[in-house]
């Protein structure tokens, strides 16, 4: 992939170099006119090439095909999809499909009308435009389900125990059960302690697969270092596995570690092809040894930084004395899937309002054949930049809970607002953080998102984003969780002011995003086909927990040394690093000057 940095002037709509590397330069600058069937109409004329190949190249060659392969995961918890309509390849073009239906419902006519354009313009059908301009949340939302489903057949840590630790009676302390914690499970530990895990799964842990991490560390399957032991659960069958890990050498004094623990049962599973072990999560655990100092809600589970994580997207917003000239900046590298094709897609599109129209002049940065973004900026600087957030109180869940009853008829479905077009609601009404913040919970949302927002007055705020699907409605929770400032949990470690905000894909407020009812109600109803299914916060479930959390800190210490002198160079300097680049889907970053209404824009590997 390759990149080109530039900057736009919202105001006089100026587009100039930034820097001169000799390289493909794959952006363009659209800017959009009249009604909104004709504005979808130029786009689409204008974009034909680009549009038909970045569908090709997108959905059809690389989206449609892996979608397909969460078919059987999907079909053995709802039997409608194992029927012959979704067979022979049509599972995931079906499903798309059936989704971005859904989500129809919700939209307002000019945005549909815009879509038909497009349609009318390029030479797709009206499906595919819809598909298109849907797939992200939608797929978002399919994915957290199915790597659910996927998942929960998996083994998981079921307590912890520092063999060797002492209380202060000075017995040893007793088992802990574990959850996945932002936080340090332990700190102050002896340097000599053992560390001691029970594993669960129904089939069994294969002792094989079991690899421990110690920092750098690595001890693979069969070292002597790590122990191990089947186990009987309550009812005794063997279904557990206890795993003992005595470190060749005492831990280093006065050090944070983390221990990351991989491992799969007894299972082999061959569909989809090939044939593979059935792994569970990677889990992080955390702790400090003694002379650390810090309490173990003090010490932030980092994990470890060895170049083996690809990083989540990452945003950040300044301003104050966080910035080298107190104005605000809003940045993001933003990463999901590039398949070699999105970044060539990459578009700016700029909406004139018509005479009389009570609408803002908005920009996002965008693909070719969509009506949105995942970042822009208003006239009146606004700016936003939205991250994904893993989670399971999506569209999805909050649709298919009425139909638990019936599982043999269950569908999936979406109804809700993609993010871009809510956020180009905001974006076309409004000229303010706070404002914008506000109307986000007047909308049904398709799947979690962590969305910055930043005005050229100062204001920064972040909105975390869920479906608010819950067991029994609460009409005072809207599914938005707005967070100004609180300390380290969302500013930079060393930040004492309200001067700056930082998101990756985790929620730092939004913890508890599913309804604790949920997994009672679930494992009720579907006991009976068969299916484990665990309903679940996000950090019990995501996949990107983990990783998140570690770009997320990484993020923070970097604001931390940079504070006072951030500006755009340095912001986009930042954003090439290696720590924030995925080096295989990565797909554009922008730096927005709210205040001068400019925005930087980069694409494919920055």
Not at 296 to 312: F, K, L
Not at 509 to 526: C, K, R
Request: aromatic content about 6%.
């Amino acid at each position: 992939m390759q990149m080109r940095l530039w900057c736009l002037a919202l105001c006089c709509v100026v587009v100039s170099a930034c820097v001169d590397e000799p390289v493909a330069v794959y952006r363009e600058v659209v800017h959009l006119k009249g009604a909104p069937y004709e504005r979808g109409l130029d786009h689409g004329k204008r974009l034909r090439p680009r549009i038909r190949a970045f569908y090709t190249q997108l959905l059809d060659t690389a989206l449609l095909p892996n979608l397909n392969r969460e078919q059987p995961a999907i079909a053995g918890f709802l039997k409608r999809y194992a029927g012959p309509s979704y067979a022979d390849g049509q599972f995931s073009y079906r499903v798309l499909l059936e989704m971005a239906q859904s989500v129809e419902t919700q939209l307002p006519d000019r945005y549909i009308d815009e879509m038909r354009g497009i349609a009318d313009g390029s030479g797709l059908t009206y499906e595919q435009v819809l598909i298109l301009n849907t797939f992200p949340d939608t797929v978002l939302a399919v994915r957290s389900v199915a790597a659910t489903l996927r998942l929960s057949r998996g083994p998981r840590i079921k307590s912890w125990q520092l063999l060797g630790w002492l209380n202060d009676q000075g017995a040893q302390r007793p088992a802990q059960t574990y959850s996945p914690s932002f936080t340090a499970l332990a700190a102050e530990v002896p340097t000599d302690v053992r560390i001691r895990l029970v594993l669960t799964d129904p089939e069994g842990i294969s002792a094989d697969t079991v690899r421990l991490q110690l920092d750098t560390r690595v001890f693979p399957p069969g070292d002597p270092a790590v122990t191990t032991k089947a186990l009987p659960n309550a009812d005794g069958n063997m279904t557990d596995m206890e795993v003992i890990l005595t470190p060749p050498e005492p831990m280093p004094a006065a050090t944070v570690l983390s221990l990351i623990v991989q491992s799969a049962d007894t299972t082999i599973a061959d569909d989809p092809l090939p044939a593979h072990p059935r792994f569970g999560r990677e889990e992080t655990l955390t702790l400090s040894t003694l002379g650390y100092g810090l309490s173990a809600e003090e010490v932030a589970n980092v994990g470890v930084d060895d170049g083996r994580t690809r990083p989540p997207p990452v945003a950040f917003a300044l301003k104050g004395s966080a910035t080298k000239d107190g104005a605000p900046l809003l940045a993001q590298h933003f990463a999901l899937l590039d398949a070699g094709a999105a970044h060539e897609a990459t578009t700016v599109f700029i909406h004139h309002p018509t005479p009389g129209e009570d609408t803002r002049k908005h920009a996002y940065v965008s693909w070719a054949g969509l009506t949105w973004g995942f970042s822009g900026m208003n006239t009146s600087g606004l700016a936003w930049a939205c991250n994904f957030s893993d989670t399971l109180d999506t569209a999805i869940l909050k649709d298919l809970i009425p139909q638990l009853s019936k599982l043999d008829e269950a569908q999936l479905t979406a109804t809700g607002w993609p993010i871009g077009l809510a956020m180009r609601e905001v974006s076309r009404s409004e000229k303010g953080a706070q404002q914008g913040v506000e109307i986000l919970p007047n909308m049904q949302h398709v799947n979690g998102w962590n969305c910055l927002l930043a005005d050229a007055d100062g204001q920064l705020r972040l909105a975390e984003i869920d479906a608010d699907a819950e067991a029994f409605p609460n009409p005072l929770s809207q599914g938005v969780t707005v967070v100004q400032w609180q300390g380290s949990a969302v500013a930079s470690a060393a930040s004492d002011t309200e001067d700056d905000l930082r998101a990756a894909v985790h929620y730092v407020s939004n913890t508890q995003d599913v309804d604790s009812a949920l997994p009672i109600l679930a494992e009720s109803l579907l006991a009976p086909t068969g299916a484990i299914v665990r309903v679940d916060v996000q950090r019990e479930v995501s996949t990107y927990f983990f990783k998140s959390l570690l770009a997320f800190h990484k993020l923070g210490k970097v604001l931390a040394q940079g504070r006072g002198s951030w500006d755009v160079a340095m912001a986009q300097q930042v954003l090439g690093r290696p720590a924030f680049v995925d080096p295989s889907d990565s797909m554009n970053a922008v730096v927005m000057e709210p205040s001068k209404g400019l925005l930087h824009n980069a694409m494919g590997k920055v």
